[in-house]
């Protein structure tokens, strides 16, 4: 069992930066995919980036490519997302959520496929 604890969430003006992090606990994470996925007030749960932990590949939704970079400390068993150039339209509740990785990439990107969520971090952009 996967525990996930996000943590780095706040208040922005656009065109800022923020770092959330993502602590996991449970066992090993080797055999796991690492996403954070987000949900604005009122819209449906986005995929935002994710990447497994056997490898360095790492996938980004197009709305975030160029500005977010997922990253992790193996050793720490920690995850980020190094969020630049903020947009209003990146407000949202930032959850990192965890799935047992089987190898399809196209999975990564489908937020109903990941068994295991923090409780969310609130980042709200100011225009």
Not at 28 to 55: D, H
Not at 85 to 114: K, W
Request: proline share 3%.
């Amino acid at each position: 069992q996967v525990q996930l604890v996000e943590s780095g969430g706040g208040l922005v003006q656009a065109g800022g930066s923020l770092r959330l992090s993502c602590a996991a606990s449970g066992g090993s994470l080797s055999t796991y995919v690492m996403g954070w996925i987000r949900q604005a007030p009122g819209k449906e749960r986005e995929f935002v980036a994710a990447m497994p932990w056997s490898n360095i590949n790492t996938y980004y939704a197009e709305s975030v490519k160029g500005r977010f970079t997922i990253s992790r400390d193996s050793a720490k068993n920690t995850m980020f997302l190094h969020m630049n150039s903020l947009e209003p339209e990146d407000t949202a509740v930032y959850y990192c959520a965890a799935d047992r990785d089987y190898g399809y990439s196209a999975n990564y990107y489908l937020p109903q496929l990941y068994d295991y969520w923090g409780q969310g971090t609130q980042v709200t952009v100011s225009s």
